[in-house]
Nanobody
Framework: QVQLVESGGGLVQPGGSLKLSCAASGFTVSRYIMSWYRQAPGKERELVAVVGSTGATNYADFVKGRFTISRDNAKNTVYLQMNSLKPEDTAVYYC???????????WGQGTQVTVSS
C-alpha cells in the first residue's frame, strides 16, 4: 500500500525553525521526484522545493536560502528544513512523489505550519 505521511508541522514564532518529514511506504523515494508544496487559505497550491532521483534540488524563489530539502534513502523519508520562518510561510505543507517512468503521482495528507507571534 502506497502512503506518504507528513509530520513536524506546528506553531512557531517568526524567525523560528521547523523540520518537516515525509515518510513513504509502498515505493522507494530515491526512484521518484520528491517535492514539497504548500497551500495557504484562499490561495492555490504552490511548489516549494524539489529533490530529483539524482539528488539534485531546486527551490522556489521565496524560500531560497531559508529552506532545505533532503532525502534519507535508508529511512525512505524526505525532509524540509525551514529556517527564518515568516508569517507568510503559514500554510498546509504537502509532500508529493512523482514518477514519469511509472506515470504515478502520490500526495500526502498535509501538515499545518503556522508562523505567528
Amino acid at each position: 500500500q502506497v502512503q506518504l505521511v507528513e509530520s513536524g508541522g506546528g506553531l512557531v514564532q517568526p524567525g523560528g525553525s521547523l523540520k518537516l518529514s515525509c515518510a513513504a511506504s509502498g515505493f522507494t523515494v530515491s526512484r521518484y521526484i520528491m517535492s514539497w508544496y504548500r497551500q495557504a487559505p484562499g490561495k492555490e497550491r504552490e511548489l516549494v522545493a524539489v529533490v530529483g532521483s539524482t539528488g539534485a534540488t531546486n527551490y522556489a524563489d521565496f524560500v531560497k536560502g531559508r529552506f532545505t530539502i533532503s532525502r534519507d534513502n535508508a529511512k525512505n523519508t524526505v525532509y524540509l528544513q525551514m529556517n527564518s520562518l515568516k508569517p507568510e510561510d503559514t500554510a498546509v505543507y504537502y509532500c508529493k512523489a512523482y514518477s514519469g517512468y511509472y506515470h504515478l503521482t502520490y500526495w500526502g495528507q498535509g501538515t499545518q505550519v503556522t508562523v505567528s507571534s
